[in-house]
């Protein structure tokens, strides 16, 4: 079965279950060895194209058994293929815009080569959230409580490929928490996330999906 376990997630208006056939814990050695204490794993899921590039859902999964992510919390960064800009962010923002100056009338919210991600605050208002957003970033372990191990933003991106066989996935992810350096590998093509609608009649699916891993690998040292 595909299916084994439902998140809720808004992308604009609709509101549709998200279904993970990935959390049947099948053993992989994809990225290097399999961790025995879980991974950081975040997972694209492209929910429309655009005429210049596309929308994409990014859910961050901490299957770390029992490491939690502290505030203030984490950081998803990673390098453009190309000259990718960040239109808008929906439940998380990033860092920094860079140099929009090649934009004259509408300004992308980032065009940086090598953006950083961070969640927003519990407070952020109503328009700017979707399901699992805005808890600061923090993230508990997967033996913790579960439905606060997932964490997700919706990201418009531009500039980009259309189809899928021209976009490019962004590259050199790196995954950052308080204390703790992480390690991630490359990003994988996997079989398209299926969603159940809220009535539950109709399933649909992701137009593309990716993925990428990041492992823990040691206590940050402050220099
Ligand atoms: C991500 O992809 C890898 C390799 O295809 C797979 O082993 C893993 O289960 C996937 N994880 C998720 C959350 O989709
Ligand atoms: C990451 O953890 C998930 C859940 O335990 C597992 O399905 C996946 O295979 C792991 N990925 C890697 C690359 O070890
Ligand atoms: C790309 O889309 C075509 C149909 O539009 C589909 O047959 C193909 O499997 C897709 N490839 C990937 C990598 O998703």
Redesign the pocket.
Known sequence: MLISSAHRLSIFTTFVLFSLY??N???????GR??PN??I?SKWDVVQWTPDGYVAVVTI?N?QHNRRIQAPGWRLGWTWAKKEVIWNVVGAKATRQGDCSRFKRNIPHSCSKNPTIIDLKPDAPYNQRIANCCRGGVLSS?FGYRPHSVSAFQISVGNAGTTNRTVRMPKKFTFDAPGAVYTC?PSKIIRPTIFITADRRRMTQALMTWNV?CLYSGVKRFT
């Open positions: 990935s959390l814990f099948t053993p992989s050695a994809a990225y399999s961790n879980g991974n794993t999964y299957f997967w590998g891993t």
